[in-house]
């Protein structure tokens, strides 16, 4: 299993960093579309609904959603953009965030209403995927007329800031590993990869820090990139506390050794939006 880990990694980043440096805006809004439907398709699941054509229709509706979103950026439509706005999405998904991680620190007690309704998981998938594209199209966004690639080199940054914590916590955990973190929600993480995660997020911080040119204050990239890193873990606990609730392994089997594209992001989905926010709040639109 590991070796296939390996092996798929090897594949997807280059793919990865390729589309981020070398897609047009547009092509990379296209980009981010599909990833959020495949992972839209894959809540579904999590929420309970069994019938093709449900999934279908509910992922379709998502995708429709942020398509239409993605056009009122593009052509400045201010009716469509008065109600649906960016900002107010991030600042959304922080209330958000704050609400999952009270799911999570008091699973199973937090489990008396939402399991049984569809509706209400499927509210949560939207929730967290929603702010996820948005916050992903405005990094990229970060100081576009100045330098057409700076968005790309916060967004690797970020992807590379969590990976590293990820990465950090699951070779930890597997050498190290004796005390469990939430066992009722997720069996395999413990403390000492939870502290491994942190001390490889600190080292990846602290290296691309001094080789990437961010134009953003020190004092304000640690803050965001410490509560992004910080938040993460609960992105991966939430999929794990809504995985668990549906009696699944895997929110689907798209790639080899990694299982779903939810699988794959559930720690960005809660990072790159609280990044933006905070970014946001501190320094305001950048």
Not at 8 to 32: K, N, R, Y
Request: proline content about 3%; hydrophobic content about 55%.
């Amino acid at each position: 299993m590991l070796k296939l880990r390996l092996i798929t990694s090897c594949i997807l980043i280059p793919i990865v960093i390729a589309g981020l440096f070398l897609c047009s805006l547009p092509w990379f809004a296209v980009i981010m579309i599909v990833i959020s439907m495949l992972a839209a398709w894959e809540w579904t699941a999590l929420s309970g609904i069994v019938s093709f054509k449900k999934r279908v229709s509910m992922t379709l509706l998502f995708g429709l959603i942020i398509f239409i979103y993605t056009l009122s950026l593009m052509f400045e439509l201010e009716w469509i953009l008065s109600w649906f706005n960016l900002i107010n999405i991030l600042q959304v998904s922080l209330i958000w965030w704050t609400i999952a991680t009270l799911l999570v620190l008091f699973y199973p007690s937090s489990a008396l209403f939402w399991p049984t309704s569809y509706l209400l998981r499927l509210i949560f998938g939207v929730l967290t995927l929603l702010p996820f594209f948005c916050g992903m199209l405005f990094l990229r966004q970060y100081n576009y007329v100045v330098d057409h690639h700076a968005g790309s080199w916060l967004i690797l940054y970020l992807m590379l800031l969590i990976w590293g914590m990820d990465s950090g916590a699951y070779l930890c955990g597997k050498m190290f590993g004796k005390h469990k973190l939430l066992p009722r929600v997720s069996v395999g993480k413990t403390w000492e990869g939870l502290f491994g995660g942190l001390l490889t997020a600190g080292c990846v911080f602290y290296f691309l820090y001094l080789f990437i040119p961010f134009r953003i204050s020190f004092s304000s990239l640690f803050v965001c990139s410490l509560s992004a890193v910080l938040i993460s873990i609960f992105g991966d606990l939430t999929e794990s506390m809504f995985k668990r609730a549906a009696g699944i392994k895997d929110s689907s089997n798209l790639i080899p050794g990694h299982g779903g594209v939810l699988d794959r992001i559930d720690s960005l989905t809660a990072a790159i939006p609280i990044f933006a926010s905070l970014q946001l709040l501190l320094v305001g639109v950048f």
